[in-house]
């Protein structure tokens, strides 16, 4: 499966953030659309901001001679707004110069290239306490991957995942199918919203646009948007669309759906091991225009084993799929197209997920929805709902990751709008950021020096982990 990477689209607007976000201090929400949020670390003590404590002359968030690492000049048009605080009427904890470094509370070096750094800000609705994961992609101990539970439709906690896998530090991924309140009866899958690459393997391809959780993106981004770290591990913002056919004996047909909680009406869906042992009735589930539509009783689904018709049935399936074997499921026009096949016919499939616009292989890749791109946030961000948020940003030419998760509302107030999010990151050093699942679902977790396994750092809004459907990994040699 040919898998690319893209070097991220250019149309984001120039608008800069709302002036009620002040400027970060120096001093050491409710959830979102998509949900609720062990033991947490605790915040250390109020100091002077001070580089991280690296061998090399370098910084772990990247700053380098070519001016292109988080002490460079952030661009007027974000910083003016993160540090002017009139027209917000909110006073500022301290003072910052636009050009300086962020004044984070506590960095702690975690491994080789990976910093963990506590930050303060205060945003429109107060004071707002944060926690931010550091990887130097330069060096090449570092590496970062996507996290999964073992199957697409499945959830399990950022701990357990990160510990499976041997993670250094992690935050929660995407939004993903967590009720099924609207369809009575069906199972909700876990199943996250957009595209899952883990080790460059694609595992999943997004649901409409309609069928997805979480709040309103912005204007012009779809559920394909995504944030990935490509061969040559430099991250990017890109879109990665599923190319797929099925292929039978009375012609060949576009594939709309792979290993994905929700299908086009009238589009085919292909399922394989990754998806786990789910129902797949969730993905008749919905409409085009309204995840809440009922579900589409004109169903039919065909296995293919070995490139033939092995069996059919008349409703969606569940249970585990063997290795090598195909669940083809069809709603509505797509059913009728799979019942004209017969036990024996021969049957092929092709799924790609195809980036927009480079041809670099991804190693990760993980779904959200843009906040900046090229240095600016992007036009029509929320500007009015305060919550937890997670999120992922780089900078340096994509060569320096910021994985950021605030304190849960228990702990900081009613957290930060998506267009104050923006600009923290922007402040911190990224360029592109994309925004992940916030709420109950906001997770960071870390692994101290010399610990054999990770804890959580942040607050989580429900007071314990939720298990969730992905999460980004970084690794690197202790």
């Given at each position: ?90 006073a500022a904890a301290t003072t910052a110069s636009a ?306 998760a605030l304190d849960g509302s228990t702990e900081s ?66």
């Open positions: 499966m040919a898998i690319g990477g893209g070097s991220g689209r250019t149309e984001g607007g120039t608008a800069g953030p709302p002036a009620s976000l002040v400027s970060a201090s120096s001093a050491c929400g409710p959830g979102s659309a998509c949900g609720p949020g062990s033991a947490s670390g605790t915040r250390g003590p109020a100091q002077a901001p001070r580089p991280p404590v690296r061998p090399a002359a370098r910084p772990a968030d990247g700053g380098r001679s070519r001016g292109r690492g988080r002490h460079r000049a952030r661009p007027a048009v974000v910083t003016a707004a993160v540090l002017s605080l009139a027209a917000g009427g909110v050009d300086s470094p962020f004044p984070y509370d506590r960095t702690e070096r975690l491994a080789h290239g990976v910093d963990y750094r506590q930050f303060t800000v205060t945003g429109s609705q107060g004071t707002v306490h944060g926690h931010v994961l550091v990887a130097d992609l330069t060096d090449p101990q570092v590496r970062v991957d996507l996290l999964t539970p073992g199957a697409v439709g499945a959830r399990e906690a950022v701990s357990g995942m990160a510990g499976a896998k041997g993670a250094v530090g992690a935050v929660n991924g995407d939004f993903f199918d967590i009720t099924e309140s609207q369809h009575p009866g069906v199972a909700p899958t876990g199943s996250s919203d957009g595209p899952e690459i883990a080790s460059g393997r694609a595992l999943k391809a997004a649901v409409p646009n309609a069928q997805r959780f979480g709040p309103a993106m912005p204007p012009g981004e779809t559920t394909e948007d995504v944030l990935g770290m490509g061969v040559d591990r430099r991250m990017r913002l890109d879109r990665l669309k599923l190319k797929g056919q099925v292929r039978t004996p009375r012609g060949t047909y576009a594939l709309g759906g792979f290993n994905q909680y929700a299908l086009p009406v009238g589009g085919i869906g292909a399922y394989t091991a990754d998806w786990g042992a789910v129902s797949r009735q969730r993905a008749v589930c919905g409409s085009d225009t309204s995840r809440a539509a009922g579900c589409s009783t004109d169903t039919y689904e065909v296995v293919v084993r070995q490139g033939r018709v092995a069996a059919t049935a008349a409703t969606p399936g569940a249970g585990a799929i063997p290795r090598g074997t195909t669940v083809l499921l069809g709603r509505d026009a797509g059913a009728d197209t799979l019942r004209t096949l017969r036990v024996g016919d021969p049957v092929g499939v092709d799924e790609d997920l195809a980036p927009t616009a480079t041809a670099v292989p991804y190693v990760f890749a993980v779904g959200g929805f843009p906040v900046l791109r090229d240095g600016a946030p992007l036009p029509g961000l929320d500007t009015k709902t305060a919550a937890t948020r997670t999120a992922a940003g780089f900078g340096d030419d994509g060569h320096t990751l910021y994985l950021l107030g009613t957290g930060l709008t998506i267009a104050e999010l923006a600009a923290v990151l922007h402040r911190m050093g990224a360029d592109d950021a994309l925004n992940l699942d916030g709420g109950g679902s906001t997770t960071l977790v870390a692994r101290d020096p010399g610990a054999t396994s990770v804890t959580v750092r942040n607050h989580p809004s429900g007071g314990a982990e939720r298990p969730v459907a992905n999460a980004i990994g970084v690794f690197a040699p202790r």
